[in-house]
């Protein structure tokens, strides 16, 4: 007795097959390079991600790693001042619209951040009226 392909399994077989020209053998994402480097585009949603040294990240995760970098490296420059300040050689600040310039004593050069962000500026001005460090503004 011989059995024959029903139209039913044929239909299925082809559909397998749209299935897996659609969504499987080109892949997820279409690649392209810029100068800047590769970046990728998800066929699906549209989503561009830019190669880095950090893997596949979007323009949004990109900002925010770079924020996440200034925020450490603020950290860091605040410690810095705040064991300047309990020494008591911080002198006097002064801030002219885009750069922040902080007068230690007599013996220290001076220390010029600009130009910062509003985030920069804000925490850095915070940190000195907390140590009663006067800021002159222009």
Not at 54 to 82: C, F, H, N, Y
Not at 102 to 121: C, N, V
Request: glycine share 8%; proline share 3%.
């Amino acid at each position: 007795m011989e059995r024959k392909l029903g139209a039913g399994w044929i239909l299925v077989g082809v559909a397998v097959l749209v299935v897996a020209y659609c969504f499987v053998w080109p892949g997820l994402w279409v690649y392209g390079t810029t100068e800047r480097g590769m970046y990728r585009v998800n066929r699906f949603t549209g989503t561009r991600q830019d190669a880095t040294d950090d893997g596949w990240l979007t323009s949004d995760q990109q900002v925010e790693k770079s924020r996440q970098a200034r925020v450490a490296q603020l950290s860091t420059e605040i410690s810095k001042l705040e064991k300047l300040a309990t020494e008591q050689k911080i002198v006097s600040a002064h801030y002219d619209g885009s750069r922040l310039k902080i007068q230690l004593s007599e013996d220290m050069p001076r220390i010029f951040y600009g130009p910062p962000d509003d985030d920069e500026i804000v925490a850095l001005r915070s940190f000195l009226e907390n140590h009663r460090i006067r800021i002159e503004m222009d």
